[in-house]
C-alpha cells in the first residue's frame, strides 16, 4: 500500500537527514516509526476519567432536575419582564 504524508519543512529535512546517516530508506523509517507507534496500548480514557477535573467544582440547586422546568420559565419571564421595563424607561415600542 501507498501513503502519502505531508510533512513541515524541518521535520521533512530531519527525516531526510537521518536516513542518509543510517543508509536507509525513508519508507523503511516512517515502517519503523508506525509499527513503533502502533505496538503502545491506545489512550482511551473513560467518561469518567475526562470529566474528573470538573467533578464538584461547580454547584447548582439541590434539586436542580426536580425543578429545572419550572426554574427555566421563571428565569425566562424575568428575562422578558427585564426586557419590557427597560423599553418603558427609553420609551420605545416592541414591534
Not at 464538584?56 to 454547584?59: H, P, T, V
Not at 432536575?65 to 425566562?76: C, F, I, M, P, V
Not at 426586557?83 to 427609553?90: F, H, M, P, V, Y
Given at each position: ?21 543510517e ?7 516512517m ?10 496500548p ?12 470538573v467533578f464538584?467544582?461547580?454547584?447548582g440547586p ?19 419582564e427585564h ?8 420609551g420605545q415600542?416592541?414591534?
Open positions: 500500500m501507498t501513503t502519502t504524508v505531508k510533512l513541515p519543512d524541518p521535520l521533512e529535512k530531519s527525516l531526510r537527514q537521518r536516513c542518509a546517516q543508509g536507509r530508506s525513508i519508507s523503511e523509517v515502517r519503523d516509526a508506525l509499527t513503533a507507534y502502533l505496538a503502545q491506545a489512550v482511551t480514557a473513560s467518561a469518567f476519567a475526562l470529566g474528573e477535573g464538584g467544582r461547580f454547584s439541590v434539586d436542580l432536575a426536580e425543578t429545572r422546568k419550572s426554574q427555566l420559565a421563571d428565569a425566562w419571564q424575568d428575562k422578558h426586557r419590557a421595563s427597560a423599553l418603558k424607561i427609553t415600542q416592541r414591534l
